[in-house]
T-cell receptor, first 113, second 111 residues
Framework: DTAVSQTPKYLVTQMGNDKSIKCEQN?????MYWYKQDSKKFLKIMFS???????INETVPNRFSPKSPDKAHLNLHINSLELGDSAVYFC????????????FGDGTRLSIL | QQQVKQSPQSLIVQKGGISIINCAYE??????FPWYQQFPGKGPALLIA?????SEKKEGRFTISFNKSAKQFSLHIMDSQPGDSATYFC??????????FGQGTTLQVKP
């Protein structure tokens, strides 16, 4: 069973559209994250939720809105997609939100045409 | 400053050789330093981690050396194998709970 699963794996869409990426973890963790990996492979934290509460909100455009319906799920909705949003988005989870190993999904590759 | 600087950007090593990747950090509040391994099309996976009160940690062929006074740490891969070819990221956990990654090192191990 996949520990952290993201859907879809690939997302190709037009500029200006709205899209969502879903993430689910079956590890029983209480903290989930979204990361963005750019074309140079640089990984940067975007958001973190602990027990469904937002605890990290990096300086990302407010077109990005995370939603955590429960501890096992963290979705990412992106409005008005721009060319610069093209990247690989990773979901991760951990037990606790400090100094704990994070387990990553296999990513969603978002391509904006 | 919450940066982690990683070098080299890319590394080619012969099978059986030693791969060495270096990282330096600025924030003295970092207190947990993991290394992640990422294969193409996959997410990063935790490889090995160290806390700053330890100068070295070894797990199989992978060793982290940590120099707290210099704010530097490194990953050594002994007896490197073609299956080790991947991108490696060092990271530091900040006191705000954020995992700050280095820029990544692409390792190629030639048979």
């Amino acid at each position: 069973d996949t520990a952290v699963s993201q859907t879809p794996k690939y997302l190709v869409t037009q500029m200006g559209n709205d899209k969502s990426i879903k993430c689910e973890q079956n590890l029983g963790h209480d903290t989930m994250y979204w990361y963005k990996q750019d074309s140079k492979k640089f990984l940067k934290i975007m958001f973190s939720y602990n027990n469904k509460e937002l605890i990290i909100n990096e300086t990302v455009p407010n077109r990005f809105s995370p939603k955590s319906p429960d501890k096992a799920h963290l979705n990412l909705h992106i409005n008005s997609l721009e060319l610069g949003d093209s990247a690989v988005y990773f979901c991760a989870s951990s037990q606790g939100h400090s100094n704990q190993p994070q387990h990553f999904g296999d990513g969603t590759r978002l391509s904006i045409l | 400053q919450q940066q982690v600087k990683q070098s080299p950007q890319s590394l080619i090593v012969q099978k059986g050789g030693i791969s060495i990747i270096n990282c330096a950090y600025e924030n003295t509040a970092f207190d947990y330093f993991p290394w992640y391994q990422q294969f193409p099309g996959k997410g990063p996976a935790l490889l090995i981690a160290i806390r700053p009160d330890v100068s070295e940690k070894k797990e199989g062929r992978f060793t982290i050396s940590f120099n707290k006074s210099a704010k530097q740490f490194s990953l050594h891969i002994m007896d490197s194998q073609p299956g080790d070819s991947a991108t490696y990221f060092c990271a530091g956990y900040s006191n705000t709970g954020k995992l700050i990654f280095g820029q990544g090192t692409t390792l190629q191990v030639k048979p």
